[in-house]
């Protein structure tokens, strides 16, 4: 775990991006807050994520004189990168911030900010399920057999150090291909959800914005839209 960072763990929460935001308010420190289970867990667009035992909770949060450009897009890089370096299977990444494994959605990623005096807080949701009961069969998972704690442990470890990176930095220039390189639907046509125009994807850019040929042949770059495919 990087030094300096707070961490909180909680058997049950509401949600752990809100305990991270409370604990931002009360200090400049970065905040690590996990959970075994949350109770009203959310995604994008306030939709709800299904939240019981046995899954990954994790919220990281910073400050920042300025905010990153396409945060959540390169959250998803390091969580795919984090989840196959550790537990060897194919994560792949749909734009702009789920992650994909057996053509399901495993993961998902919600970054929340506030600002006060020109100081931004930033809060990174982080939702994955390893492993599932046969009543939540609906929902994709990393089945993830062997001991979850040491798993789940991890994946944390890794993660916290990964995204230390954004309290003063970026990533370097080429993570828009390693980005493309994992995306489930690169060159694929998709449909944007927000006015269902119809794009061929040709990649993402530098920050993060999806790029889009049209049926004319017009070059397209979007911020944000959930997209299907």
Known sequence: MP???????????ESTNDICLNELNNSDIPILVTADMQTKGRGRNEKEWNSPKGNLYFSFGFTRHNLINGLSVKVGLILAE????????????KWPNDLFYLNKKVGGILVETSSMNNIFKIVIGIGVNLQLSDSNKQWGNLEINTDIDKVTEQIIEMLSSKLFVFLEDDLDEDWSNRWTNLCIHNEKEI?????????????????????GKKKDDKILFVNESSISF
Request: glycine share 6%; aromatic share 4%.
């Open 3 to 13: 030094s300096g960072l707070k961490r909180i763990h909680l058997d049950e929460t």
């Open 82 to 93: 984090s989840l196959q370096q550790i537990l060897k299977k194919n994560v792949l990444l």
């Open 191 to 211: 449909m944007l959800e927000s006015n269902n125009e119809e794009l061929f994807f040709m990649g993402i850019n530098h920050d993060g914005q999806l790029i």
